[in-house]
Nanobody, 124 residues
Framework: QVQLAESGGGLVQAGDSLKLSCAIS????????VGWFRQAAGNEREFLAT????????WHADSVKGRFTISRDNAKNAVNLNMTRLKPEDTAVYYC?????????????????WGQGTQVTVSS
């Protein structure tokens, strides 16, 4: 089993920056990729970014490219999502997820393990 715990969410103003962290524990050696998703009220879960655990290659959704950056903190077994120039439409619950089946995973159903989520609210 792999356990994931998100932190760093909160209430910010439009234009602010925020860093989310995903602490990973358990069978880390099984992990092949970690991703970030978000889900706004009434919407489907949206892919944001993923990082290949072994090589560090990253992919970002076009909707957040240039504003959000995924990175890995090897010392802490964590994956961060740095978010800049936040907009009210970025308001959502943000989730991190891990997979042991794909090295590049862009869909929610590619992931085996999920965190509980952290709320990000951006006021205008």
């Amino acid at each position: 089993q792999v356990q994931l715990a998100e932190s760093g969410g909160g209430l910010v103003q439009a234009g602010d920056s925020l860093k989310l962290s995903c602490a990973i524990s358990g069978r880390i050696y099984d992990v092949t990729a970690v991703g970030w998703f978000r889900q706004a009220a009434g919407n489907e879960r949206e892919f944001l970014a993923t990082i290949r655990w072994g090589g560090g290659n990253t992919w970002h959704a076009d909707s957040v490219k240039g504003r959000f950056t995924i990175s890995r903190d090897n010392a802490k077994n964590a994956v961060n999502l740095n978010m800049t120039r936040l907009k009210p439409e970025d308001t959502a619950v943000y989730y991190c997820a891990a997979t042991h089946a794909f090295s590049t995973a862009l869909m929610p159903n590619h992931y085996n393990y999920w965190g509980q989520g952290t709320q990000v609210t951006v006021s205008s």
